[in-house]
Every structure is written in C-alpha cells, then in structure tokens.
C-alpha cells in the first residue's frame, strides 16, 4: 500500500471557531465539540502513521549511528591503548637500557673512587717514608756534628746525606701535588657519584611508577575518574632534554672515571720512579758512609802504626839517654881519678915534681875526657830534644787516634744503625 501524499495540514483558530483573545476571556457557555468529516479523520490517521513510521525511521538511524559511533570509538580506543602500551613498552626499555648503563657507571665511578682512595694512601705513606728519610737524615747530621778535630769535616758522605735530602724534599714537592690531585679527584668521583645516585632514584622513581602505569587497565578498582581532579600536562622537560641529560651525566661520569684511571696511571708511574730513584741515592749515600768509614779505619790503623814505631823509637832514645848519661857519668868518674891523681902526685917533694910523661897524660886524659864529656852533653842534649819530640807526636799521635775512634763510633754505632732503619718499599 502506497502512502498518501499530501500537504502539511495547518489548523487555525478559525477552523476551530476559536477567537484570538480566548485565553483571556472567559466564554459565556460551553461550546459542543467540533464535528470532522470522514476524509478529515482519515487524513488524521494517514498523518499519525506516517509521523509513527517517521520517528521509527529515526529511531532506526540513530540507533545503527550510536553503534557504529560506539564500535569507532572502541577501535580508537583499542589502537590509542595499544599505542599507549606500545610506547609504554619503548619507554620502558629506553628507561631500562638508561638504567643499565647509569648503574654501570655508578658501579665503575664507586670502584674508581675505592681505588682512588688506596692511591691517596698510598701517596701519604710515601710522603710518610719521606719524612722519616728527612728524620734520620736529620739525626744522621747531628750525630756527626759529635765529631771532634779535624774529623769534623764536610766530607763526601756528609754532602751526599744534604744532596739526598734536597732530593727528598723536591719528591715531597710532587707528591703533595699529586696528593691535591688525588683530593680533587675523589672531590669530583663522589660528587659524579652524588648526581648518577640521584638521577638513578628519580628513574627508579619513574620506572616503578611507569610500570604501574603500564599493568593498569580499567577493571582495577583503583581506576575510577575524578571529576574534582583538573588533569594537566606537568611535564617541564621534551624527551629530547631528558635524554641529553641522561647522556650528559653518562658522558661525564665516564670522563671523571677515565680521568681517574689516567692519574692513577700517573702516580703509578710517579711512585715507581720516585722508588728508584730513593732507591738509588739512599744506596749511593750508604756507600759514601761505608767508603768514609773505611778511610776512617784506614786512617786510625796508619796511625795506630805510627805509634806503635813512635812507641819503640821513644824506648831507643830513652835507651840512648840512658846511655849517654851513664857515658857522662863514666867520664866524669875517670876525669875525678884523674884529678885525683894529679892532685896525690902534687905531693911529689923537690925535684920529684916534673912534667913527666905520666903528668903529661894525665893532662891530656883530663883534656880528652873534658871533650868527649861536652860531646856527650850534646848528644844527650839532642837525645832529649828527639825524644821530648817524639812524646809530643806519640801524645798527638794519641789524640788523633782518640779522634778517629769517636768517628768511628759516631759513624759505625750511630749514623750506619740509622741509615739501615730506611726501607723503600712499593708503595
């Protein structure tokens, strides 16, 4: 059955024989209902079906529109949730290889600063050794200044003790200056070490909370929405600024540890040569020492010597003196015997007291023993003079020798015990 075209119908108030003002008077009477002819009654079902059939055809529409409107927006948000996981998924590992390599370095800038930490005390205890060397070398000058006479000299052994310890000084220059750098170091490690270990809480922070993030869905009951909560985009950093940041810490950290590596590889190198070279004064000083305690000894036994032979010619000359007195003594006995005689024959009466030969050898004995008497004396003289000599170079002798062995026991008891008490070892 075809449907009925027709016109909109359009009532007026005077179909209904309805005046203009009848909402505000009131009608005298009570007027019959209005009578409508077949056609109008017809046209009236005709137009309440199609009205029916319209809102239906509406209905209908809307209907299959909120379906495909619903399926589109489900399709949009399965593919924005999977968009949203999927980049939760890159984020995920970006943070997770950022992590990785951030703890790496944590790890390599915490052992770098253990073993930064071993070579500082390693310099203290060279700059310690060095100080003790300062200490006994100090001692080691004292003890010499003990020394008395002419052994107190500024020998070999004495100006090498002064070179080897402005050696040491210079070491101990560049030892503090490594130990500033071994300072300044550890300063810069921990302090690399101090933003990676924040850094390293602020993505562990943002890890957890991305992960939770990342297991919700919207049956968990936590996931409601809050309509008194203004959602807002507080993010006060791009992605690229969080990755040049990330990379700036990373690069950094791996200069500070490779600066660390490379001064540890100087001081290494430092330390080996200061070890040789201390090791080569201190063995050059000690041989100086042992050289000069050698020609010390040396000296003392030549002198030793000299009076041993200063000892045996003293005996001779006082053998001789005692000879040469005893010579004297002779012939003044015989000159008496001579006078004696002259003087017995004095007595002799008259014409018995000639020049004879007897009187005339008395004479000449008298002469003779008067003479050898003034040689003796010389002799004796000089004998005396040799031998008061000779007791002033055995006394000096002596004293040379007492000075000797006050340097041997400053040298062999006091400065070589003190010079064995320095260790260089490895640092």
Same mark, same amino acid.
């Given at each position: 059955?075809?449907?009925?075209?027709?016109?909109?119908?359009? /009532?007026?108030?005077?179909?209904?024989?309805?005046?203009?003002?009848?909402?505000?008077?009131?009608?005298?009477?009570?007027?019959?209902?209005?009578?409508?002819? =077949?056609?109008?009654?017809?046209?009236?079902?005709?137009?309440?079906?199609?009205?029916?059939?319209?809102?239906?055809?509406?209905?209908?529409?809307?209907?299959?529109?909120?379906?495909?409107?619903?399926?589109?927006?489900?399709?949009?948000?399965?593919?924005?949730?999977?968009?949203?996981?999927?980049?939760?998924?890159?984020?995920?590992?970006?943070?997770?290889?950022?992590?990785?390599?951030?703890?790496?370095?944590?790890?390599?800038?915490?052992?770098?600063?253990?073993?930064?930490?071993?070579?500082?005390?390693?310099?203290?205890?060279?700059?310690?050794? &060095?100080?003790?060397?300062?200490?006994?070398?100090?001692? %080691?000058? !004292?003890?010499?200044?003990?020394?008395?006479?002419?052994? &107190?000299?500024?020998?070999?052994?004495?100006?090498?003790?002064?070179?080897?310890?402005?050696?040491?000084?210079?070491?101990?220059?560049?030892?503090?200056?490594?130990?500033?750098?071994? *300072?300044?170091?550890?300063?810069?490690?921990?302090?690399? !070490?101090?933003?990676? !270990?924040?850094?390293?809480?602020?993505?562990?922070?943002?890890?957890?909370?991305?992960?939770?993030?990342?297991?919700?869905?919207?049956?968990?009951?936590?996931?409601?929405?809050?309509?008194? *909560?203004?959602?807002?985009?507080?993010?006060?950093?791009?992605?690229?600024?969080?990755?040049?940041? *990330?990379?700036?810490?990373?690069?950094? =950290?791996?200069?500070?540890?490779?600066?660390?590596?490379?001064?540890?590889?100087?001081?290494?190198?430092?330390?080996?040569?200061?070890?040789?070279?201390?090791?080569?004064?201190?063995?050059?000083?000690? #041989? #100086? /020492?042992?050289?000069?305690?050698?020609?010390?000894?040396?000296?003392?036994?030549? &002198?030793?010597?000299?009076?041993? =032979?200063?000892?045996?010619?003293?005996?001779?000359?006082? !053998?001789?003196?005692?000879?040469?007195?005893?010579?004297?003594?002779?012939?003044?006995?015989?000159?008496?015997?001579?006078?004696?005689?002259?003087?017995?024959?004095?007595?002799?009466?008259?014409?018995?007291? %000639?020049?004879?030969?007897?009187?005339?050898?008395? /004479?000449?004995?008298?002469?003779?023993?008067?003479?050898?008497?003034?040689?003796?004396?010389?002799?004796?003289?000089?004998?005396?003079?040799?031998?008061?000599?000779?007791?002033?170079?055995?006394?000096?002798?002596?004293?040379?020798?007492?000075?000797?062995?006050?340097?041997?026991?400053?040298?062999? *008891?006091?400065?070589?015990?003190?010079?064995?008490?320095?260790?260089?070892?490895?640092?």
């Amino acid at each position: 059955m075809s449907k009925l075209e027709c016109g909109p119908v359009r /009532f007026s108030t005077e179909d209904c024989n309805v005046g203009s003002g009848w909402q505000t008077r009131r009608p005298a009477l009570v007027k019959p209902a209005p009578r409508y002819s =077949a056609e109008e009654w017809t046209l009236a079902s005709t137009l309440t079906h199609q009205a029916a059939e319209s809102e239906q055809e509406v209905c209908e529409r809307l209907q299959a529109e909120a379906i495909r409107v619903a399926d589109e927006a489900r399709e949009v948000t399965l593919r924005a949730q999977e968009d949203v996981d999927w980049k939760f998924q890159e984020r995920l590992r970006d943070m997770e290889y950022w992590r990785t390599e951030l703890l790496r370095n944590f790890g390599d800038i915490n052992n770098e600063i253990d073993a930064m930490t071993i070579y500082r005390q390693r310099v203290e205890n060279a700059l310690s050794t &060095l100080c003790h060397i300062l200490d006994v070398n100090g001692q %080691i000058l !004292g003890a010499r200044e003990c020394r008395v006479s002419v052994d &107190l000299v500024h020998d070999e052994a004495q100006k090498q003790v002064l070179h080897e310890m402005k050696i040491v000084d210079g070491i101990q220059n560049v030892l503090r200056r490594n130990m500033e750098f071994c *300072t300044e170091q550890l300063r810069l490690l921990r302090k690399c !070490g101090y933003n990676l !270990g924040k850094e390293l809480q602020d993505k562990d922070a943002a890890l957890a909370l991305d992960k939770m993030a990342y297991s919700m869905d919207e049956h968990r009951p936590e996931v409601r929405r809050q309509c008194d *909560t203004c959602i807002n985009d507080y993010s006060n950093a791009t992605e690229m600024e969080w990755t040049a940041f *990330t990379e700036k810490n990373k690069i950094e =950290a791996e200069k500070t540890v490779n600066a660390s590596l490379q001064l540890r590889i100087n001081i290494d190198s430092v330390l080996r040569q200061i070890c040789e070279d201390l090791r080569r004064e201190i063995c050059v000083t000690n #041989m #100086m /020492f042992e050289k000069r305690l050698r020609e010390v000894i040396e000296a003392k036994e030549k &002198l030793q010597e000299q009076h041993s =032979a200063i000892s045996i010619r003293v005996r001779d000359m006082e !053998g001789i003196v005692c000879k040469m007195t005893k010579a004297f003594e002779e012939r003044q006995s015989a000159i008496a015997l001579s006078e004696t005689r002259l003087r017995i024959r004095e007595k002799r009466p008259n014409l018995e007291l %000639i020049k004879d030969p007897v009187q005339r050898r008395l /004479f000449l004995e008298i002469q003779e023993n008067n003479e050898s008497m003034a040689k003796i004396n010389v002799k004796i003289i000089q004998a005396k003079n040799v031998l008061r000599n000779l007791l002033r170079n055995q006394l000096e002798l002596e004293d040379a020798i007492n000075v000797k062995t006050n340097t041997i026991g400053v040298d062999e *008891t006091k400065v070589i015990p003190l010079r064995k008490t320095i260790r260089v070892q490895e640092y």
